[in-house]
């Protein structure tokens, strides 16, 4: 429970570190003159064309969606990895590696079947 | 936090020097950065201020102070402020947990009439059993910034650069994930302190060569891909060239900060190098010993500075771990020099190389380290 108390006061340590150091620019700085052109979005100094309001790739989405299967797969394989070698010592490393193997089987078949559908082609 | 007034004055100071210290290496990274670039382009770089140019930072820390401070027009405020201050955090929270410096054992001492000790100090803010479970946990928090500064400056090159820039960083950490899976299994803990305690141990065969050599039992002998894999798929976390997409200024004016000047820039510019400073130190956790000096073990270390200063045993035992944690930094400023030297070596990669890379590439081949190191456990017998 300690370190986890320690890594909150942490957190909140530097959240409001940042913070301070928001407000100490904000007080030093030369006084805010904004104006039309200034508070535009900057595009190479050109006319404003648009906001960031603009339709948005949905392949961003999907590599999104993708990650997270994928990330939730890969946390399983860390209690694996981590008594790996405990099992081995007991002479159940096999057992351990077949049993695995299948996960593993299916985790690439995801990923092949994932870069089959072209889900992965960026142009 | 500690037991009395002494051990929990001591453990808050030691968490506040930690974050301070990444904090400070930064103006000596950003001038590292510069000189280095200079040197390999034959340029001179910044050499007028102070002597070798140390205090440009100074100089530009002061200006940027003084920037004026604006809000962009359609600007969400409350995301646009959040986002420097939340770049901040990842890095910080995960710097703390990696051991520095050996553990620091302090023997009963009497002090203002008062007996204290005997105390146990680990050099590192915390020590979590998970360690690396929650440095992976605290890093990926990155992106939430990212998204949220090209969010709230409503500004769609700065959009165009958070997305690209959280696609690649989620892309990539699965295969950074993956890749440290084989040291975990050849460690066979998540908890930074016995990975270098393992790593402490004598290396006794190599490539079928037998010899004994102390302290140098080190992850990159047992995982030589995972390591290449686990410091490429880091650049692609810390957005530096080849895989500096985000920033591509010729296409987005400069990525998800454009809309950010001053001290917010300058939040932004801690976070990327507290980044690489956390996946370089976690690169010499892993891979090549911590703190350890190869061929001597921290009691020979211990047991040397013993003969050569005449001390009592509570300052020979901080001037042990103050010598060890120069050594851990020697290795992690090495690894930092990497990142600016491939900066010079390797042109931008395009965006769907990038994906490809990590996708196609880096991930079937972490998952063969996988693989690979688990016949090799079983077959060489390693445990």
């Not at chain 2, 400056?153 to 950074?176: D, F, V």
Request: glycine share 8%.
């Amino acid at each position: 429970m300690m370190p986890l108390f320690a890594a909150l006061a942490l957190l909140f340590f530097v959240a409001i570190f940042g913070a301070a150091l928001l407000l100490v620019a904000k007080l030093l700085s030369t006084r805010s003159k904004p104006s039309k052109v200034k508070s535009e979005a900057y595009e190479c100094g050109l006319p404003e064309q648009s906001t960031g309001n603009t339709k948005i790739p949905v392949k961003f989405y999907l590599t999104a969606i993708l990650f997270i299967l994928f990330d939730i797969e890969i946390i399983f394989m860390y209690p694996w990895a981590v008594s790996f070698r405990d099992f081995a010592a007991r002479g159940a490393g096999f057992y351990a590696f077949g049993v695995m193997g299948i996960f593993l089987l299916i985790f690439i078949f995801g990923l092949f079947w994932e870069v089959k559908s072209r889900a992965l082609e960026w142009e | 936090m500690g037991h009395d007034v002494f051990e929990i004055t001591i453990n808050s100071v030691k968490m506040l020097v930690i974050f301070l210290l990444m904090v400070q290496l930064v103006p000596v990274l950003v001038w590292v950065e510069r000189r280095g670039s200079a040197f390999i382009q034959s340029r001179l770089g910044p050499n007028r201020v102070g002597p070798l140019g140390l205090t440009q930072l100074l100089a530009d820390a002061v200006k940027f102070l003084q920037k004026e401070e604006f809000l962009p027009e359609h600007g969400y405020g409350l995301i646009f402020y959040a986002a420097p201050i939340l770049a901040l955090i990842p890095a910080a929270l995960a710097f703390a947990s990696i051991p520095l410096s050996a553990p620091i054992h302090i023997n009963q001492f009497l002090w203002n009439g008062h007996s204290f000790g005997p105390y146990d100090f680990e050099f590192q803010s915390f020590h979590f059993g998970v360690g690396i479970v929650y440095v992976l946990g605290v890093s990926s928090l990155g992106a939430y910034s990212l998204l949220m500064a090209g969010w709230g400056s409503s500004n769609k090159y700065s959009l165009m650069g958070a997305l690209r820039a959280s696609a690649q960083t989620i892309s990539y950490e699965l295969a950074l994930g993956l890749s440290l899976v084989g040291a975990i299994m050849v460690f066979g803990t998540f908890d930074f302190s016995e990975m270098i305690h393992f790593q402490s141990q004598p290396l006794t065969s190599l490539l079928g060569v037998h010899f004994n050599i102390p302290a140098l039992n080190w992850g990159i002998f047992y995982q030589p891909l995972g390591a290449i894999l686990y410091f490429a798929a880091t650049f692609a976390e810390t957005n530096r060239l080849p895989f500096d997409l985000p920033e591509a200024e010729g296409e987005l004016v400069a990525g998800y900060h454009t809309e950010y000047g001053g001290l917010k820039m300058l939040m932004f510019y801690i976070g990327e190098y507290g980044h690489m400073m956390v996946g370089s130190a976690l690169m010499v956790t892993f891979y090549f010993g911590g703190y350890l000096i190869p061929g001597m073990t921290v009691e020979q270390v211990h047991n040397l500075l013993g003969t050569w200063l005449h001390i009592g045993a509570n300052p020979l035992a901080i001037v042990t771990a103050l010598v060890l944690h120069v050594v851990f930094f020697i290795k992690v400023l090495f690894f930092l020099w990497v990142f600016v030297w491939v900066r010079w070596t390797l042109p931008r990669f395009r965006y769907d190389q990038l994906m490809d890379l990590g996708w196609k590439t880096m991930l079937p081949w972490a998952l063969a380290n996988v693989i690979i190191t688990a016949g090799w456990m079983l077959f060489k017998g390693m445990h």
